[in-house]
């Protein structure tokens, strides 16, 4: 298919920078169209075909975030590759929003040209690539059509062939069957025996046995068929269900062809039968999957959420490290659960992972049992690891190289039971008040794993005990009256 040149729209408010803009890009041959803003953008959009829009995020009246949106919103836009532009310095949760406005990348200012024209080539070729496997699509289709006008024609021959038998057999999954119009008899063949569950020794082969196999949803579907048959319809395929003799449910497509004498009467059908029941299964569960994907992706979504919301701080640049703390928690745990495809995540692996920016100092052991966590209870426990050694980094044994960090836990009547122990740090003062990292600490641990989480203020350094059921109705134990909760932060700054 001939090389055909394709349209890369670049929008900014700079002439300055779309100049630059073009005179990088001039080297890929595509046509380049420039917008000074997103208005005129739009208007572009609804005339030509682009096929990657590249962005500056910061423009007046319509921003490039809001531009992706109304772009996304459009059903005819929505494949379109997006590709933002900033000089600004762009954090994790300005990469999210653009992600989520539909964003593909992002190329930060200054602009490396190799760089930039790399990312464009890619989806310019991909945008071409997907627009000839469209036209190859069709002409595919085309050809399909003109196949099965053929193949209907000849379906009354081609199903007599023994070949076809033979490799009806072969295959395992698939059967073969004929009817005599004049007499009413049945032949089946090994294959379709086998589909239904019976044997030839004994099954008495009529309509009638054959009708009490198919699923009562699809026996009257079947019996108007028939009745089709006598009324001048010569072939057909369709989905059905049987229910074999042991109750088992299996799918099935059947494809049947009738032979007419001179008159037009039905005077023979043959037909195909093939067990299609791992492919709806594989159906059914490539279905669950996507629901259960698009769940964790909302609670992933939902954490994410909180966190922004919920994260306090006195300033900018501390909000912003606080939040990004969180989020890489919460990544790292993901990575944990996505290698054992979100079957769970190692206890163990969850402690080094959360533990390993400060494992390096030899101030840290860790071990215990042996146990697999559910991924809710996962993600909720990185959380709370986090908050934990942020503080001890901050104020605790991890802010002195004199500091040990001991933590351990173990199983017992389906409990995690998870002690923290730092000594050799600062002089540790008991708070007077409970502060965020103690407050979300809890939270997490408390309402939304059922569990319990106590702090001791030693002197000597911070004892936190926490106590996880792994299990519904698996109650933690009352926390003991010698833990006094309060708030990390607050007392590391008295012990400061």
């Known amino acids: 298919m001939e090389h055909q040149k394709v349209n890369i729209l670049l929008v900014d408010d700079q002439p300055a920078k779309l100049l630059a803009y073009e005179v990088i890009l001039k080297e890929l041959g595509e046509t380049l169209v420039v917008a000074t803003s997103g208005r005129e953008a739009l208007e572009i959009l609804l005339k030509n075909e682009i096929a990657v829009i590249l962005v500056d ?28 532009i900033s ?18 990348d992002y190329v930060p200012v200054p602009v490396v040209p190799e760089v930039l024209r790399a990312k464009i080539k890619v989806f310019t070729e991909l ?41 009806a057999i072969a295959a395992g999954r698939m059967g073969s ?38 699923h009562p949803d699809d026996a009257e579907r079947a019996r108007r068929l028939v009745t089709e048959f006598g009324r001048g319809i010569t072939s057909y395929e369709a989905e059905f269900r049987i229910v074999r003799p042991d109750g088992e449910e299996r799918w099935c497509v059947g494809t049947a062809a009738a032979t007419t004498d001179k ?53 900018v640049q501390t909000y912003v490290s606080a939040v990004e703390g969180r989020i890489s928690a919460l990544a790292r745990v993901h990575t944990i659960l996505s290698l054992s495809s979100w079957q769970g995540a190692e206890m163990s692996r969850l402690v080094s992972e959360e533990l390993a920016p400060y494992a390096s100092s030899g101030q840290i052991a860790f071990g215990g049992a042996e146990l697999q966590l559910e991924p809710a209870t996962a993600q909720t426990l990185a ?48 708070p007077t008040s409970r502060g965020f990292g103690t407050r979300s600490l809890m939270a997490s641990v408390e309402s939304q794993l059922g569990g319990r989480a106590s702090f001791d203020w030693r002197p000597e350094g911070l004892v936190c005990h926490l106590v996880v059921p792994l299990r519904p109705g698996a109650t933690p134990p009352e926390v003991t009256s010698s833990f006094v909760e309060a708030a990390p932060n607050e007392a590391r700054r008295a012990a400061g």
């Open 57 to 84: 995020v910061c423009m007046p009246e319509l921003d490039g975030f809001e531009l992706a949106q109304m772009i996304r919103e459009h059903p005819r836009f929505q494949k379109i590759a997006i590709i933002f």
């Open 87 to 104: 000089a600004v310095q762009v954090s994790d949760f300005d990469r999210l929003r653009g992600y989520e406005m539909g964003a593909v």
């Open 127 to 167: 945008y071409r690539k997907t627009r000839e496997l469209e036209h190859l699509n069709l002409e595919l289709e085309d050809r399909v059509r003109a196949r099965t006008a053929e193949l209907e024609r000849s379906t009354a021959k081609l199903v007599e062939s023994e070949q076809r038998r033979s490799m």
């Open 177 to 214: 069957w004929d009817w005599d119009g004049v007499n009413g008899d049945w032949m089946w063949d090994e294959g379709q025996y086998r589909i239904f569950g019976v044997s030839p020794q004994s099954f008495e082969l009529n309509g009638v046995n054959i009708m009490a196999l198919l």
């Open 263 to 315: 008159a037009g009467r039905v005077v023979r059908v043959s037909g195909v039968t093939i067990d299609i029941t791992e492919r709806k299964r594989a159906e059914e569960r490539q279905n669950l999957l996507t629901r259960e994907v698009d769940h964790r992706a909302k609670n992933a979504l939902t954490l994410a959420q909180s966190i922004v919301r919920l994260t306090k701080a006195d300033s």
């Open 383 to 430: 959380l709370a690891l986090h908050e934990l050694v942020t503080n001890s980094a901050k104020y605790g044994a991890l802010s002195v190289r004199s500091g040990h960090l001991s933590v351990t836990w173990s199983v017992e009547h389906d409990r995690l039971d998870l002690t923290w122990i730092e000594t050799g740090g600062p002089l540790v003062r008991v």
